[in-house]
């Protein structure tokens, strides 16, 4: 089978080469995947250097989240059937066949796509943990969502209107803004560039933001602190910026404010149960078509550096799917 495999941490991807390598055969309790499509990431990225705290060893095939068909059981699965279409997660996403224990399978709802389904459940679930479990945000507050273009914040637009909050967009580009406003409905749009306290303390008569969805850290952790409401949450949920942000704690002690780190996943594995919980939770949404993940792009597995620059040069609106049965 045709694979991306990262055979060395190197710089510019330059450790990385499509190749073709045996296909796998399933174990007791696997499944093998015809992938048909798997969306790219920034931790995709940053393991292909060695950046990421999650760090596989050389060579791997990478690809954290995936959606295809079930193309051959492993001994003792007997919970799905050959042909299913289906979604998880894991690693192995970036190759025309992957194996994937059948406890991480979830079937694909009908009204998605594969290449919807296989960007959704990190952004969506990232989104609900934040806004729901960590935020508690609510109707008619206000939610500044930072890296609004990108799938994590663009999730987090789409989740946070679900939930009748009043949504700022934020963004560096006012092509991507309109992008949005287009398509999401969003109460008001914010360029970055140059700042945007002011221009947030008008939209939101004063007060500030309720809740700042922030998944680019550095500058615009900084700014956000200043243009927060009191009582407000700031939920810290990665740094694409590159630089890590420092909380001035008499900021914290003048307004009231709570910053909150938000790692999904962790959150999932130190609450197990709500962990099944905020999963029913999305996939429930997806599936009675209520929210709307949106691909801005898919490419075969032959252009796999294009797709990875949409992200690296923040060109995305959404998610960028790689297609390896194309």
């Not at 596989?56 to 990478?62: A, N, Q």
Request: a neutral charge; glycine letters at 12%.
């Amino acid at each position: 089978m045709r694979a991306l495999v990262v055979e060395e941490l190197k710089a510019d991807y330059a450790g990385c080469v499509v190749k073709d390598i045996p296909t796998p055969e399933p174990g007791p309790g696997q499944v093998r995947i015809r992938v048909r499509a798997a969306a790219v990431n920034f931790p995709d990225l940053m393991q292909t250097r060695g950046e990421h705290q999650h760090k596989p060893e050389v060579p791997f095939v990478g690809g954290l989240e995936l959606a295809g068909e079930i193309d051959k059981l492993g001994p003792g699965v007997t919970s799905f059937v050959v042909g299913e279409a289906v979604v998880c997660g894991g690693r192995g996403g970036f190759a025309e066949f992957a194996l994937v224990p059948v406890e991480g399978l979830r079937r694909k709802p009908a009204n998605l796509t594969f290449g919807q389904a296989a960007g959704y459940p990190v952004a969506y679930l990232t989104a609900y943990v934040a806004l729901k479990r960590c935020a508690d945000a609510q109707p008619d507050e206000w939610v500044l969502v930072h890296g609004a273009a990108g799938g994590v914040g663009l999730a987090a637009v789409d989740y946070a209107k679900l939930l009748g909050c009043k949504v700022i967009a934020a963004s560096a580009s006012d092509e991507k803004l309109a992008v949005i406003a287009a398509e999401y409905d969003v109460d008001a749009t914010v360029n970055v560039t140059g700042g945007f306290r002011e221009r947030v303390k008008e939209i939101t008569g004063g007060r500030g933001a309720d809740v700042i969805y922030d998944p680019v850290g550095g500058d615009v952790f900084d700014e956000s602190v200043r243009c927060i409401a009191f009582g407000g949450r700031l939920l810290s949920i990665g740094f694409t910026s590159g630089r890590l942000p420092v909380m001035p704690v008499n900021i914290a002690l003048i307004k009231g404010i709570s910053l909150m780190g938000v790692r999904a996943g962790e959150y999932g594995r130190q609450f197990p149960r709500k962990g099944r919980e905020n999963n029913e939770a999305i996939w429930k949404m997806a599936e009675d078509g209520l929210v709307k993940p949106r691909v801005d792009a898919e490419y075969p597995l032959s252009e796999w550096r294009a797709a990875f620059e949409t992200l690296a040069q923040r060109k995305v609106v959404g998610k960028t799917i790689i297609r390896p049965d194309l």
